[in-house]
Structures are given as C-alpha cells and as structure tokens.
C-alpha cells in the first residue's frame, strides 16, 4: 500500500493521558499537514510540514499539541494532558500537488 | 480569511439522477481547489484536482468546474449509484499551495 498510513486507528484514553499518533505519508511527498474533524464540520487546519520543517501552526494548536517530522519522512502528533474536547478526528495527508488523506485516527477521551 | 460553505448540506435523490453540489469560497485568490468524497469514520479520498488555470476537471461520472472570479465550484455527479453515498467535501487551497480551506460538505444519500 503506497497511501498515507495512520496508526492507530482508534485510540481511547482517559482525561489527563498523554497520546502520541504517527502518519506515514506517500514517500516522495514533500508536503505533509495534520487536520482535525470533529462530527459533522470540515477537516481544520493544524499544522505543516516542509520535508523536516514545520512552517505553519494554527491558532487551534494549544502547548498541549506538538508535531514532529524528523528527517522528513514520518510525523507524529502528540497531545499532553488530554482533554475531553480533544475527542475527534485526526487525519494526516501529503502532498506534491493533489492532496491525499490517510484514514485518520479517531480519538476518544473518557 | 478563506471561508468556504458548501450548500446543500444533504442531499437523498433517487438512482440515475443527474446531481449538482455546490461550494462557495470567500477569497478568490486560490491556488488550487479539490473535492474529496469522505465515507462514515474514514479518512478522505480525493476526487478532483482543479488548479487555478483550469475551468474544470472531468473523472468517469465526475465533473468539477471552477469560476474563481465568482468564488464558485460545483460537482457535477451524473447517473448517481447508491454506492456515491457519502459526504464531499471541498477545499480551497491557499495561494501558496500551503493551506487547505475545508466546507462544512454535503451529505449525499442516493436511494436504490
């Protein structure tokens, strides 16, 4: 499979924990974002990456959000002390061009 | 700021109608826009490419225009199949390529 990978799928974690996601994006893109979705909206704009380099952070990104893209290839999103208004829906993709979505994982905070 | 709505947000029609979604976006200086199907629970999947110097972007059943000067793009679905049940999103891209602008979507229910 040469899409955009996201591990886990799905992940519940209670108030409080720490939770870390990893996105594989398409290997020859150098382009890779992180989206949130909550029910029923559009995906919203996290964070970017230019090969190792994160160029833009949104307003959406508390302290508590840090992303990381170590020598370009695969980025992680960890979020400290999680809240339950952290619960939704956290797609990565990468681009050259054309965008292309990995299958997201869900989160959940109890 | 980019804002991006899309109308309607459902729609049910029944199979083999022809079917048009719409997407409006606020700044017409985009780089490029993209529409995405998005099954229940799952990630996106994109549908059409069209980049600001193109009118539109045909794929089998789908067709996608763009108007920038009047910040409009539709979907254009024709003989619609209970199997294009899904939300479509679309997304305007900014003028560096850099940040994707979501809608809200359309929810399409076609009915067999």
């Known amino acids: 499979d040469t899409g955009v990978s996201q591990n886990p799928r799905h992940k519940i974690t209670k108030r409080g924990q720490n939770v870390t996601f990893r996105c594989d994006p398409i290997?020859?893109?150098?382009?890779l974002y992180w989206y949130r979705q909550t029910l029923g909206q559009g995906p919203e704009f996290l964070t970017y990456f230019q090969n190792e380099a994160q160029l833009e952070k949104s307003r959406l990104l508390s302290d508590r959000f840090s992303a990381e893209r170590p020598k370009g290839s695969f980025s992680t999103l960890e979020i400290q002390r999680t809240e339950q208004g952290d619960s939704a829906m956290y797609l990565c993709?990468?681009?050259?061009?054309?965008?292309?979505f990995g299958q997201g994982t869900r989160l959940t905070v109890v | 700021k980019q804002e991006v709505t899309q109308i309607p947000a459902a729609l049910s029609v029944p199979e083999g109608e022809n079917l048009v979604l719409n997407c409006s976006f606020t700044d017409s200086a985009i780089y490029n826009l993209q529409w995405f199907r998005q099954d229940p629970g799952k990630g996106l999947t994109s549908l059409l490419l069209i980049q600001s110097s193109q009118r539109e972007q045909t794929s089998g059943r789908l067709n996608a225009s763009l108007d920038k000067s009047s910040g409009r793009s539709t979907l254009y679905i024709a003989a619609s199949q209970p199997g294009d049940s899904a939300t479509y999103l679309c997304a305007a891209i900014d003028n560096y390529g850099q940040n994707f602008v979501f809608g809200p979507g359309t929810r399409l229910s076609v009915l067999p």
């Open positions: 290997s020859e893109h150098n382009r």
């Open positions: 993709a990468s681009q050259n061009t054309e965008a292309f």
